[in-house]
């Protein structure tokens, strides 16, 4: 190919094309576990009550809930992905073997939320949330109550169970239960067949019923295989989520490839990449129950 602005804009708009495609083609999971929030500032504060809301007998003034009980502030974060193609590709046409490249570079974008919430699950054991202490803690507190949303058990049938049942009967500061159901087991690649034991066979080690079929949804994500322990019970059905995207600004693509730009004048290199800006955080801890899996004293 010719080397001119107007054939290297075509090149442009096809690879172009092709990381959009891409880009709204790939699958993500970040949705089902995550709140999205649209940021238009450098950091948004999150002005939580501490708990979900609920509905009273209105009997005299109307009891104001305090939205600055706790003030949550999440940074947005830059992140990029670049590759460059040498000016001498383009000239003898070999410019087609980086479509696949693009892809991969599209798909990787696209996963970058993913990325970050998966990143905050897994740091959560010691990440601060809204009330100053980690997301996953034995210590959190509704009222004058402590409660704890975390264990270090290996996954197994009593620890799902006591993890569901410490979930689900969580109350607010008013006594009310807060009608958290659990419905979604997340596990890595090395606990899906220990889940697939726990809640898809019929029939327990043991050959008894198994009172566990179907307790709850369970996902494997291959992208927590270097956390190969730690498993997650997540209630994800309530509006606010237990994690938090927030997003500046969208992934988008770029490029350099002016003939004025350095890279081209002085390495003969077109560059092409993709942006974005955002954060992940965390939503309301007594949606989420993790576990580092580090001891096997329960089940």
Known sequence: MEITQSNIAGLTTGFKATFNQTLESTETFYEQVATKVQSSTKYEDYPFLGQMPHMRKWIGDREIQNFSSYNYVVANE??????????????????????????????????????????????????????????????????????SNMTTYKLSRESLRAARTAMMSLVGDKGRSLGIVPNLLIVPPQLETTAKEILDMERTESGASNIDRNLVPWKMLVDLSANENMWFLLCTNKFIKPFIYQERKKIEFVYRTNEKDDNVFMRDEFEYGASARGAAAYGLWQLAYG???????QG
């Open 78 to 147: 830059k992140y990029e992905s670049t590759f460059a193609i040498k000016r001498d590709e383009i000239e003898d046409d070999q410019y087609g073997k980086y479509r696949p490249t693009m892809k991969a570079y599209a798909e990787a974008a696209a996963k970058l939320p993913d990325q970050l919430v998966l990143d905050a699950m897994t740091q959560g054991f010691d990440a601060k949330c809204y009330d100053g202490k980690s997301f996953f803690n034995t210590g959190h507190k509704i009222g004058n109550k402590t409660f």
């Open 291 to 297: 576990s580092t899996g580090e001891t096997n004293a």
